[in-house]
């Protein structure tokens, strides 16, 4: 878990590794918490309580490899598996 008061991210380990999805991730999330690093998908902590729960990072991955976990709503997720 995160230091976030809001919202934490967690990823599936099937993507985690995955540059090219970590490159998508990076370019569709309007408040940067996703970054393409050398071995994958990368979550900057720190923009984690910037999300806007726009979805956007979860249409761009395979359904229920990413999850938003809202802290402040008992752990209600977005992007449970369908």
């Known amino acids: 878990m995160s230091a976030a008061l809001f919202i ?39 923009n984690l309580d910037e999300c806007v729960l726009c979805r956007l990072c979860l249409d761009a991955s395979p359904p229920g490899t990413i999850r938003i976990v809202k802290l402040y709503d008992d752990g209600a997720v977005l992007g449970a598996p369908r």
């Open 8 to 46: 934490d991210v967690e990823v599936d380990d099937s993507i985690a590794g995955d540059r090219e999805l970590a490159a998508k991730l990076e370019e569709v999330c309007p408040v940067d918490i996703f970054r393409a690093g050398a071995h994958g998908l990368e979550i900057v902590s720190e």
